[in-house]
């Protein structure tokens, strides 16, 4: 009812005011992900079909496209995002395949001492490999494409989505999770950007963790040696007693192993895992879905601590923001200087320290609203598409055989929070970033260092111990499942887990070494001391690019 109650609007605005919806122009990095790609393309036709925002012009959506930003290595799955390029837009979805080198004619388009001045941001054509930039590079080089092809830049919102997210939000049922599009983005954002004076706004997500694997591992280790401690006491065969009425719900960063560091207190010792499964199984059924899917969480799953959507009031209401979610965030024309900045340095935790940035900056301008999107980190599309992801790309996660290793994640997250808690500092302390010293910004990095490392040191040794003591419940002799050959091979998979958890969290772990080497530390500090110190020129350069690239190009609606 209410999809159709929408549709009848948009027929009716279509016929009689067709200048009050602003177009969308769509912004998908991808890399090395087509099975997350070909999730997120379904899941906008989805939405422009339910909802009909805009309504059609010969057969397409006429107020919605898609760019696609490709940052793929492997030939394959470039060929395979042109691919689903062509299939959406044949049915009816305006998706454009911004190639490597398209982005590198493009860049070329730029003068040459603008481009130079935001190589930071976009990219060194003369030195880039031209794949796996990274996302804030291909976000930003995004930019430039959108530009090219807005046909009435005053009339555009400009929304940036990740390849692993879907138009959808998940609530909880007595029958299990569901995956709902219950939200009519476009019409509540059109509809923010003209009432209220903002340039940016952003929403949260739902579902999988938004955060690296590196900083969940005491809190799921709770969570399975839970599981398992449940588990002993139901006999193999009974039915499936996973299945609770009421159960616990995660709350705000419940996922998080240090979310006091974002204000949000611990809310329980652990969360109960709910058997996804259906039909009416017993305990070795879960056991062995159970463990099929513990090692998806190196790949971002976290299967006890999903976030769910909640309806909080009108989505016409905002909230104050100062962190973006980077794969969920609008522009308007103006709002397109408030870049995600420091592409360059590959950190974690990008969002909220541009996010503390930008707030300063712009203050009400940046707003926050109720419209989360589906992330869908591990496994495909929730219902709408069949397999999994787990052999998709992932920056900092490198998969061999049994061992699935962390490291490059690892340190992109420590120095990340780095990063963030030390401009978070600087911003309580008044000062504004152009205008600290060298001395003020190297006295804030090795304070914030100092706790991080201490933080950091101490949830190590909470995961080594969580671990052993799971390693010791399931290699227990006197356990069913260690008398159950049917599951012989799912308490293998658990057994993989452990490993790949000391493998990554123990002390001679090369993440750790890597957090722990001096030398390494004052290399990173030292970069990210520079990035902070060139921040304002960089945004100034950038300023000067978006003028450049919009005197010299003409913008025509792409076909």
């Known amino acids: 009812l209410y999809q159709n109650l929408f549709r009848e609007q948009e027929a009716l605005v279509s016929a009689y005011d067709p200048d009050r919806n602003c177009d969308f122009i769509l912004c998908i990095p991808i890399a090395d992900r087509p099975e997350h790609l070909r999730g997120c ?65 493009l860049m070329l388009r730029v003068p040459a001492d603008v481009r130079q001045a935001v190589s930071s941001i976009i990219g060194d054509p003369s030195a880039e490999d031209f794949y796996h930039k990274g996302q804030a590079v291909a976000r930003n080089l995004g930019y430039l494409k959108m530009l090219q092809i807005a046909s009435d830049r005053e009339r555009t919102l400009f929304y940036f989505v990740d390849s692993d997210q879907q138009f959808r939000v998940n609530r909880t049922t ?41 900083v969940m591992a005491a809190n799921f280790l709770d969570d ?47 969360y109960d895992y709910s058997c996804p499964l259906r039909h009416v199984h017993d305990h070795v059924a879960c056991l062995q879905s159970f463990a099929k899917r513990i090692n998806y969480f190196f790949f971002g799953e976290h299967l006890t601590r999903k976030s769910y959507f909640h309806y909080q009031g009108p989505f016409t209401d905002l909230s104050p923001a100062r962190t973006i979610y980077p794969g969920n965030y609008i522009t308007n024309f103006e709002g397109l200087k408030y870049i995600i900045p420091f592409g360059k340095l590959r950190l974690r935790m990008s969002g909220p320290t541009a996010g503390r940035l930008i707030q300063s900056e712009v203050h009400s301008r940046f707003a926050s609203a109720n419209l989360p999107m589906l992330h869908a980190r591990s496994l495909s599309g929730y219902g709408a598409l069949d397999g999994d992801f787990e052999d998709e790309y ?33 911003a309580q302390s008044g000062v504004a970033i152009e205008e600290c010293t060298q001395r003020n910004l190297a006295e ?30 399931v290699n227990d002799e006197a356990s069913w ?12 998979q658990v057994k993989q887990f452990i490993d790949n958890i000391q493998h990554n969290f123990g002390e001679q772990s090369k993440a750790c070494q890597r957090i722990h080497s001096k030398s390494h530390r004052q290399q990173r500090v030292a970069e990210m001391q520079k990035a902070l110190s060139d921040y304002r020129h960089d945004r100034n350069a950038w300023d000067r690019m978006l003028d450049s690239f919009r005197d010299s190009s003409e913008p025509a609606r792409h076909h």
Not at 185 to 195: A, C, D, E, Q, V
Not at 242 to 260: I, L, N, T, V
């Open 41 to 105: 393309l379904e899941s906008i036709l989805q939405l422009c079909h339910l909802y009909a925002y805009g309504g059609k012009n010969r057969g397409s959506f006429s107020k919605v496209s898609v760019i696609i930003v490709e940052d793929s290595k492997e030939r394959e799955n470039v060929k395979r995002d042109i691919e689903l390029a062509e299939a959406y837009t044949q049915q009816g979805l305006q998706v454009h395949h911004y190639g490597l080198q398209e982005q590198y004619e």
């Open 174 to 214: 007595p029958d299990g999770d569901e995956y709902v599009y219950g939200l009519n983005y476009f019409y509540y954002i059109n509809r923010l950007f003209k009432t209220h004076d903002i340039d940016m706004l952003t929403g949260k997500l739902v579902c999988d963790p938004p955060v690296s694997p590196s």
């Open 224 to 270: 399975v040696i839970a599981f398992f401690q449940q588990l002993s006491h139901h006999a193999p065969h009974q039915v499936c007693q996973f299945h609770p009425q009421q159960r616990a719900m995660p709350g705000e960063a419940a996922y998080h192993d240090m979310a006091h560091l974002f204000g949000f207190e611990q809310q329980a010792e652990s």
């Open 394 to 426: 992932r920056p900092g996660v490198e998969s061999s055989m049994d061992t699935i290793d962390l490291s490059d994640e690892f340190e992109r997250q420590f120095f990340g929070d780095l990063m963030l808690f030390t401009v978070d500092r600087l």
């Open 444 to 473: 804030a990095f090795a304070q914030v260092e100092s706790e991080l490392l201490e933080l950091y040191d101490d949830k190590h040794r909470r995961v080594r111990q969580k671990c052993r003591q799971l390693s010791e419940i």
């Open 481 to 492: 499942w260690n008398r159950v050959e049917t599951v012989s091979a799912s308490i293998a």
